[in-house]
C-alpha cells in the first residue's frame, strides 16, 4: 500500500480517526511521514487535531518543499562526518532541545533530565557543589493511592499512557489514547463553573 | 480611577507571619520553607497547552479535597482574580510575583493563617510553602512535610532515583526544597557590613539577597538567607545547614547594635526618633520612606529606646502600606500622589492605634 501522506514510499502503519467507537477514517503512513505526523499528533504545546488533519497538514508540508521538514534521507546517504558532533536529539516528549534548554535555563518535562543527562551533569556538580550528582533526598513513599477515583485522576493515567505510547513509537495505541482524552477533556472545558449569584 | 469589585478572601486582616512572635522576632521576620513538585502525567508548565493546565488544576483540586484541604482552605484561580488583587496576593507573600503576571489556568489554594500556600501551574506544577513568624524552620518543615506526604499518595511526582524531584529548573532539583529566613539587619545596614555577611554565606553555599529593591541596598533592611544546593543533601541536612548560618548572622546584627547603643547612642537615639516623627507626621509617603523610617523604628523597638509600639504594628504596617493594599483598602485604583497620601494616613493611624 502507498502512503497516503507522501504518495510515494510503501506505507507501514495504518492511523485512523474515531467517533464514538466506531472508525470513521483510516489513513496508510510510510515511516517518515510518521516522524512528521507524531509530531503534530502528540505534541503537547499545541492542542489536540484529528488525525485527518494533521495528515493534511504533513500533506502541506510536503508539498511545499520545506527542506526543514522533509523526512530524513535515506540511511546511506547520511555519513556520520556529516553530523555535528554536539548533536543532541530532542526530547521525543516535549520537544525540548538542548539549545533551547540553553537559551531559556528550564526544561518541558520530566523525561528532559534523562535525554540531557551527559549534559546537564556537569551543570548539576556546579550548581550544588556536589560531585557526583546524585539525590540523597527522600522519595515518594510506594506508589500513589489508587483508590481515589475522579476524572482528573482518569486524565492522569491517560496522559502517562500516551507518553509512554509515543516513546515505543506505538502510534495506533497513541492515537486511541489521545482520542480518549479528547473526547474526557472535552467535559471538563464544557463543565460550567459554578453559578455566581450577583448583586440586583 | 476605576472602582474595584470587593476582594474579601482574607480569614484575617493579616497572616501569622507578621504577629513579631516565634524565637529571635527581634531580627527573624519569617521563615519560610518550600518545595517544588510536579506531576508525572503532564509536561512541565512551560511545555503545557491550557487544556493541560486546566487538567492538572483539576487534579490538584481533587487531590486537595481527597486530603480535606477543600472547605478549610481559600481557593483562587487566578485568571478570575484583577491584576491589582493578585499583586496584593504577592504583597502577603502567599504567590510569586512570576506566577501573578503568568497567563492561562493557574492557582493558589492558601489556609485561613496564610502559613500554608500552594501555588499550581507556576514554573512547576506546585509550589507548596508553609510561613511562620520567627526563625522557626523544624516547625515550618514539618508542617509542609505533612501536607507533602499527604499529596503525593494522590499524585504521582515526577522523580528519579539519580536526580530525585524533577523540577524545571535544575537549580531547584533534588529534594525541591528551599528554605528562607527574612531577616531585618539595620544595625549591620548601617555599619556597612552586609557586604560581609554576604561573602560569608555565599562561602558557606547560602544566599542572602536584599528583600525589596535592587541590588544590595535593600529598603527597609530586610533580606533573606536561604540553601543554595538542593541536590546531593538530604532535606534535614539542608535543614540543619539553615539553621547552623543563621546564630551567626544573628549574633553578628547583635554586636553591631551593641555597639551602635554603646558607642553612638545619640546619633543612633537622634535618626530613630527622626524617623518616628516623619512617620506620625507626613502627610504624603511614597513607598521606599515609609519602609526606611519603619525599619529604624523597628529597630528602636528592639533597643528598647521605643517602648509603646509593638513588632506586630510595624509588621503590619510594612505590608497594609504596599501599594496595592492600600488601593484595596480604598476600593479603587490610585494615582501614586494619592497613594502616598492613604499611606501616610494609613501609618499616622495605625502607629497611633498600635500603642501598647
Ligand atoms: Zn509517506
Ligand atoms: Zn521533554
Known amino acids: 500500500m502507498i502512503c497516503d501522506c507522501c504518495k510515494k514510499n510503501e506505507a507501514k502503519v495504518q492511523v485512523c480517526d474515531v467517533e464514538q467507537n466506531a472508525v470513521v477514517q483510516q489513513f496508510a503512513i510510510c515511516n517518515d511521514c510518521m516522524t512528521l505526523l507524531k509530531r503534530l499528533l502528540f505534541d503537547p504545546a499545541t492542542p489536540l487535531i484529528p488525525t485527518s488533519e494533521a495528515v493534511k497538514q504533513v500533506q502541506d508540508m510536503l508539498s511545499s518543499k520545506d527542506k526543514s521538514l522533509t523526512p530524513v534521507e535515506a540511511p546511506g546517504k547520511l555519513t556520520v562526518s556529516d553530523r555535528q558532533p554536539e548533536a543532541v536529539p530532542a526530547c521525543p516528549s516535549c520537544g525540548m532541545t538542548l539549545a533551547e534548554f540553553k537559551q531559556r535555563g528550564r526544561f518541558g518535562c520530566a523525561h528532559d533530565y534523562e535525554v540531557f543527562a551527559s549534559h546537564i551533569d556537569p551543570l548539576l556538580e556546579r550548581i550544588h557543589d556536589v560531585t557526583p550528582p546524585q539525590h540523597r533526598g527522600r522519595l515518594p513513599q510506594g506508589e500513589a493511592d489508587e483508590s481515589v477515583t475522579g476524572k482528573a485522576r482518569e486524565l492522569a493515567a491517560l496522559r502517562n499512557q500516551l507518553d509512554d505510547a509515543v516513546l515505543a513509537e506505538d502510534y495506533e495505541r497513541a492515537a486511541k489514547l489521545r482520542d480518549r482524552i479528547a473526547a474526557l477533556a472535552g467535559e471538563v472545558k464544557s463543565k460550567p463553573g459554578k453559578a455566581r449569584r450577583e448583586g440586583p | ?356
Not at chain 2, 535618626?271 to 516623627?277: G, S, V
Open chain 2, 1 to 356: 480611577m476605576k472602582a474595584l469589585p470587593p476582594f474579601n478572601h482574607f480569614p484575617r486582616p493579616l497572616g501569622e507571619w507578621l504577629k513579631g512572635q516565634g524565637p529571635e522576632s527581634d531580627i527573624v521576620v519569617s521563615t519560610r520553607v518550600r518545595l517544588a513538585r510536579n506531576i508525572k502525567a503532564w509536561p512541565f508548565t512551560l511545555r503545557s497547552s491550557t487544556q493541560q493546565r486546566e487538567e492538572l488544576l483539576l487534579a490538584v483540586f481533587e487531590a486537595l479535597n481527597a486530603i480535606g484541604l477543600d472547605q478549610s482552605v481559600v481557593r483562587l484561580r487566578l485568571n478570575e482574580v484583577p491584576e491589582v488583587y493578585r499583586d496584593v496576593l504577592v504583597e502577603r507573600h502567599l504567590i510569586s510575583r512570576e506566577l501573578a503576571s503568568a497567563e492561562g489556568p493557574r492557582a493558589v489554594v492558601f489556609g485561613r493563617g496564610e502559613m500554608l500556600s500552594i501555588m499550581i501551574n507556576e514554573e512547576d506544577h506546585l509550589r507548596l510553602q508553609w510561613i511562620k513568624s520567627g526563625f522557626d524552620v523544624d516547625r515550618a518543615f514539618r508542617a509542609l512535610v505533612k501536607v507533602d506526604h499527604a499529596l503525593e499518595r494522590r499524585l504521582p511526582y515526577a522523580v528519579s532515583p539519580k536526580y530525585g524531584y524533577l523540577t524545571a529548573c535544575p537549580t531547584n532539583v533534588g529534594t525541591g526544597i528551599r528554605v528562607s529566613v527574612m531577616v531585618h539587619l539595620p544595625a549591620l545596614t548601617l555599619k556597612d557590613h552586609v557586604q560581609k555577611v554576604f561573602k560569608a554565606a555565599e562561602k558557606m553555599n547560602h544566599a542572602i539577597r536584599g528583600l525589596y529593591g535592587e541590588g544590595t541596598r535593600a529598603f527597609g533592611d530586610f533580606y533573606q538567607v536561604s540553601n543554595q544546593a538542593t541536590l546531593g543533601r538530604s532535606e534535614e541536612e539542608i535543614v540543619e545547614s539553615v539553621k547552623a548560618i543563621l546564630p551567626k548572622i544573628l549574633e553578628y546584627e547583635r554586636r553591631m547594635r551593641g555597639q551602635l547603643f554603646s558607642d553612638e547612642r545619640p546619633m543612633v537615639e537622634d535618626r530613630i526618633f527622626r524617623a518616628l516623627a516623619t512617620l506620625k507626621n507626613a502627610r504624603m509617603l511614597n513607598v521606599q520612606e515609609m519602609m526606611s523610617h519603619l525599619s529604624l523604628v523597628r529597630l528602636g523597638i528592639s533597643l528598647g529606646i521605643i517602648n509603646d509600639i509593638s513588632l506586630a504594628t510595624v509588621n503590619e504596617i510594612f505590608i497594609l502600606g504596599q501599594p496595592s493594599h492600600l488601593q484595596r483598602e480604598e476600593g479603587r485604583e490610585m494615582t501614586p500622589a494619592e497613594r502616598d497620601a492613604k499611606r501616610a494616613e494609613l501609618v499616622r493611624t495605625r502607629l497611633a492605634a498600635g500603642r501598647n
